[in-house]
């Protein structure tokens, strides 16, 4: 057996190239066949994946079809996501819906006409990863090439333990149209040559890129026209061996002008192809190999614990010492030598009683009232805006406490939500929440009453706002737009010369001498003090470096990292929230015409 042939046994054990199922349902005169392919990633609270699911009628009476993916029935997970089609007599609907963080053993239900059935969803997850479970977007005969590949060069500075990636294939005929649902797949593998990455493919990729997706593109030179080749072709004309890299939003990308098992045959010559190319997989997690549970956050973990909602939860010590010691001399001398006065001991029996529960019910009120009915929060968000062509993303972290839980949330078309709460794994506590979505709409069970939730957003979309600057004497000045102001001396700022200017006395740009790096941690450090930290903050959580190369990397020429009152953008999922804490870095490139000589 050669050494090619055993490797690829072992892929096959590891890898799970979901097989679609197809069922009839209905009744007999308005009979339905429904073919659904899960495509399933890494377990997560939110998409994990997805399920493709074609729905055909065979008859000529309009059907209604709810499709409900669960979780697991298991105590610290509770989601359930639907959607419901409409599907004409004689036609065929397709659908797809993001799958829950953990299956249950059946999984899918299907309403049609007053009937329910459950079926299954076979999942295979992958074991030890670099990059989380990722996404081979070809058939299966090339994704298995591919992956060999790509196993060699992992296994090549694993040291005598092998290693194998997890991974899932799905043809291009079969994907969805929403970036969102990709987020379960920390890494994309694609191939120049597949008919099917059409530019509008290609945007998609370019959006799950921008918001933190790792993509490696083989025979990048093959791709057709679109905005995936102008952007991983546009320094390969001049780059040696075939080979280039670089960074698009919070993602990164790889392209590569050959397949492989060219790929392979370059290694025993250690090609500067294959190093680079080693050197790429390893780079987000320092050469570690990561266990797919603990690679399961697209966010480090900072941002998935909950943050102190300032005025939420703190006892008034004074107000409550001197409620306590009213109710001991109330209770004790006073109602005493009042009582014995009037010659009435015996009534100090209820009297006590009735006093504490009186001065229970006052320290319940004052939680109630002291802390509102309404919806407090503390936010944090890094956000990668474009001006050039309006692009933004918006990674955020909040904590929300709901007086009175909400009827609903509404997420935007371009925001995915993930509670972090419902990840839990080896917790054999209930938690309260639960995510029930439909559509853009979450159930507001997501949100109990009384009770701190953090939530974490990812946002990708379109943004208008923007930060002009304008000559003014010797420095800048800035025009900042209604509701898109920095805060005062917040902001640091370099030209298309390459110069370095920060804001000073009067609001006016200043230039900065020296180094950067001491400004741009000063405009880093609120974040860090508001996000928390601690010990559970692993490897590939390390928050301080991941917010040093976001911000590092976009402060190139014609850019700049400023902290914002607000955000006029952000997605507040519909709710009235008073955000008490917040903190709002932003991070932009300029068009040229934002700097007015």
């Known amino acids: 057996m050669t050494r090619q042939t055993a490797a690829a046994l072992v892929l096959l054990t590891a890898m799970a190239v979901a097989e679609e199922q197809t069922v009839r349902i209905g009744p007999p005169a308005a009979r339905l066949e429904v073919r659904f392919l899960p495509v399933s990633g890494v377990p997560r609270p939110g998409a994990s994946g997805f399920m493709r699911v074609a729905i055909r009628n065979e008859s000529s009476v309009d059907q209604r079809v709810r499709m409900v993916v669960k979780s697991a029935e298991r105590s610290w997970s509770r989601i359930a996501i639907e959607r419901t089609v409409r599907v004409a007599g004689g036609s065929e609907t397709i659908a797809f819906l993001p799958l829950p963080g953990d299956l249950g053993p059946r999984a899918l239900q299907l309403h049609v006409g007053g009937t329910t059935d459950s079926y299954a969803l076979p999942t295979v997850y992958g074991h030890e990863i670099v990059t989380g479970l990722a996404l081979s977007v070809a058939p299966r005969n090339i994704a298995e090439r591919r992956w060999i590949a790509i196993k060699s060069v992992l296994g090549s500075s694993a040291g005598s333990r092998r290693y194998t990636p997890g991974w899932r294939a799905v043809e291009t005929s079969r994907l969805p149209d929403d970036w969102r649902l990709l987020t379960g797949f920390r890494m994309i593998v694609l191939g120049g040559e597949d008919p099917g990455l059409t530019p509008k493919v290609q945007a998609m990729f ?32 001049s780059a040696d061996d075939g080979l280039d890299s670089g960074y698009h939003g919070l993602g990164a990308y790889l392209a590569l002008d050959f397949d492989g098992v060219e790929l392979r045959r370059r290694k025993s010559a250690r090609s500067r192809s294959f190093l680079a190319m080693r050197a790429w997989l390893y780079a987000p997690f320092q050469g570690r190999i990561i266990d797919s549970r603990s690679a399961a956050r697209w966010l480090p973990a900072p941002w998935l614990k909950p943050m102190r909602i300032p005025g939420v939860g703190a006892v008034p010590v004074r107000t409550f010492f001197l409620l306590i010691l009213s109710f001991a001399i109330m209770v004790g001398p006073v109602a005493y030598l009042w009582l014995r006065r009037r010659k009435q001991l015996t009534l100090m029996v209820a009297v006590v009683p009735v006093a504490g529960f009186t001065l229970t019910a006052a320290i319940l009120l004052f939680g109630l009232f002291s802390e509102g009915f309404g919806i407090k929060g503390a936010v944090g968000s890094i956000t990668l805006l474009d001006q050039r062509t309006h692009i933004a993303t918006t990674a955020a972290s909040r904590t929300l406490y709901a007086g009175l839980s909400p009827a609903s949330l509404t997420l935007s078309a371009d925001t995915f939500l993930s509670c972090p709460v419902l990840q839990g794994r080896g917790s054999d506590d209930r938690v309260p929440h639960a995510l029930s979505q439909e559509g853009h709409r979450i159930d507001g069970a997501l949100l109990p009453s009384r009770i701190p939730t ?81 010990a559970a903050v692993s490897l590939e959580d390390d928050f301080p470096s991941w917010l040093g190369a976001v911000v590092n990397a976009a402060a190139v020429p014609g850019s700049y990292v400023a902290r914002l009152k607000s955000l006029p953008s952000f997605d507040d999922l519909d709710l009235d929230v008073n955000y008490v804490a917040r903190e709002h870095l932003v991070v932009g490139r300029l068009a040229p015409e934002d700097v007015i000589e």
């Open 206 to 237: 370019i959006a799950a890129m921008h918001a933190g997706a790792r993509v490696i593109v083989f025979r990048a030179r093959e791709l057709a026209d679109g905005p995936l080749r102008r952007l991983v072709l546009r320094d390969t004309e």
């Open 454 to 534: 953090p939530l974490t957003t990812l946002t990708h979309g379109r943004a208008r706002e923007r930060l002009r600057f304008r000559r003014h004497g010797d420095g800048f000045e800035v025009l900042s737009e209604d509701g898109f102001t920095p805060w005062p001396g917040a902001l640091l700022f370099r030209d298309f010369a390459g110069q370095w200017w920060r804001t000073a006395r009067g609001g006016l740009l200043e230039r900065l001498q020296g180094s950067p790096d001491e400004a741009l941690a000063a405009l880093r450090a609120p974040l860090l003090k508001r996000l928390p930290t601690g």
